[in-house]
């Protein structure tokens, strides 16, 4: 939870490797062409930062959410999984502090009656968390309306959490909000979780699902959404040094994840929440940042919250959150380490990162060089003679075979020359082409996406070629 860490734009470092792509327009026309990620309600006019996942882009984010529970929950012995609500009892968010302060700094401009996220303006970058709170700092920095150039208010708070009504009385006691965070779920759940699974300290409880956020400036395409998921992992440890050294474990693991899926190391680094930035409860903050067209910015937090989470619900409910330690015979309110990614944002980045335009014989192949575990199909099964009924047919066969494991595909509005290029715009990792001489020897041609090389393989060990392959990406 980010009660309010804003995020200042942090100084670029020395060696800034500049992004992956330098015109976001580049993703976003790509992301809509291909059926990555359309605007919600388009036919409408479309709603502020609300994106829909097209055919593509739905594998995508699930292959994301799949490899961070692989990673999170199924390789590890001390994670389990929780599905919490995503309505709650009113109470968890004052608890929690998100009525009272899960809020942003908000300035006006008098003329145009824009909003924006003082933090966000040209000219406030960079600002500590006590400037942000400072009443006087429009004035100080001589800040204007980035539109028109109009007056802008002193800042004011605003809250980020979506209200509604629970039952059909719509009144102040029937109140309940829109998660803003998976994590509380974790935590009113602790008890549930630790006594039915017969879990010991440490371990932890992983969650993926939407949260919503009443964003003052959203933008930057999926960067900043009102509704998205997020991939959260709440840590349970012993009071203290454990929760420190738990810390030192889960932020190289993590971002040590981004790489494991091909996102470029030199456009990832860790920035250190400032002392006047951290939340108030919490011991210590490390971000996973990328380098966005945009900027250096927030992929994953990985927080050290102390007692925060279960001391507050317990003293609140009356309930007893407390953990006997069956080795030191102790009983005490564990500590939390949290590891806050969203899924959105992943799934953005990864498509982003992997995004190349190279010359191949005079021509410009655009291919993204996603993780074979990301990418929406992982073979497309193409004829090299569609008006052969004997190789379409053998193609089905292979693509119904394959579709047993995995995604695949099966394509012939093109000539294949064509048909590999869109293949390699959407990322698909392995092409099986089959032409007339695969009737007599029974072999077809397997070609690589990112060396282009094309191998002759029998087609009864097709299946298992591609499923060595993926086994062999996954290993890297
Ligand atoms: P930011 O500073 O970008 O607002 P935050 O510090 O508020 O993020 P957390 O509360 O720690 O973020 O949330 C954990 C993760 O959830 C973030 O690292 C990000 O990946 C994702 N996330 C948070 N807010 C949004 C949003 N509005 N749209 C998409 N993803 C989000």
Sequence with gaps: MSIPTTTPESAVPAADPGPAVANLETIVSLAKRRGFVYPSSEIYGGINAVWDYGPLGVERKNNVKRAWWRSMVQERDDIVGLDAGILMHPQVWVTSGHVGSFSDPLVECATCRRRFRI???????????????????????????????????????????????????????NIVYLRPETAQG????????????????????????????NEISPGNFV???????????????????????????????????YERHGVSPSRLRLREHAPDELAHYAKKAVDVEYRFPFGWKELEGVHNRGDFDLGSHARSSGE?????????????????????????????????????????????????????DLAPYKVAVLPLLKKRPEIVDLCHRI???????????????????????????????????VDVDSLEDGAVTVRDRDTMRQERIPVARIRRAILDRMEA????
């Design 473 to 476: 990406a996954r290993a890297d």
């Design 399 to 433: 693509k119904d075979d394959l579709k047993r494991d995995l995604m695949a595909v099966y394509d012939d509005t093109a000539a294949i020359g064509k048909l590999y290029r869109r293949q390699d715009e959407i990322g698909t990792p392995w092409c099986v082409t």
């Design 320 to 372: 007893n959150l407390e953990y006997f330690d069956p080795v030191s015979e102790e009983h005490y309110v564990p500590w939390v380490v949290e590891t806050a990614a969203g899924a959105d944002r992943a799934a953005f980045t990864v498509l982003i990162d992997s995004h190349h335009e190279e010359e191949v014989k005079g021509e410009t192949r655009v291919v993204l060089r996603l993780h074979p």
């Design 223 to 257: 960067f900043r959404m009102r509704e998205f998921e997020q991939m959260e992992m709440q840590y349970f440890v012993r009071p203290g040094d454990a929760a420190a050294a738990a810390f030192e474990e889960w932020l190289p693991r993590r971002r040590a994840w």
């Design 186 to 213: 974790s935590y009113v759940n602790f008890k549930n979780v630790q006594q039915s699974s017969r879990r010991k300290l440490p371990f932890g409880i992983a969650q993926i699902g939407k949260s919503f956020r």
């Design 119 to 173: 933090d966000e303006l040209p000219g406030a970058e960079g600002l500590s968390a006590t400037d942000l709170r400072d009443e006087t700092i429009v004035g100080r920095l001589g800040l204007a309306c980035p539109v028109d150039g109009g007056a802008l208010s002193a800042p004011r708070r605003f809250n980020l959490m979506f209200q509604t009504y629970m039952g059909p009385v719509q009144d102040e006691a």
